[in-house]
């Protein structure tokens, strides 16, 4: 039972996760001002991701 809760908390953070990746990518698409600050986001959000 511990195991398969456990399981479910993994899939449950990882499906959070790429879901949040999904909206903000979602809003840069609808944005799309190429501004050089959305940029910098972009990068620090594919670097964190990486970590993960």
Same mark, same amino acid.
């Given at each position: 039972?511990? %195991?398969? *809760? *456990? +399981?479910?908390?993994? /899939?449950?953070?990882?499906?959070? @996760? #790429? /879901?949040? #990746?999904?909206? %903000?990518? *979602?809003? /840069?698409?609808?944005?799309? +001002? *190429?501004?050089?600050?959305?940029?910098?986001?972009?990068?620090?959000?594919?670097?964190? @991701?990486?970590?993960?």
């Amino acid at each position: 039972m511990a %195991v398969s *809760g *456990g +399981c479910k908390d993994i /899939l449950w953070r990882f499906s959070a @996760n #790429v /879901l949040s #990746v999904q909206r %903000v990518f *979602g809003d /840069l698409q609808e944005n799309s +001002c *190429g501004a050089a600050e959305d940029s910098e986001t972009i990068c620090r959000l594919h670097r964190h @991701n990486r970590i993960i």
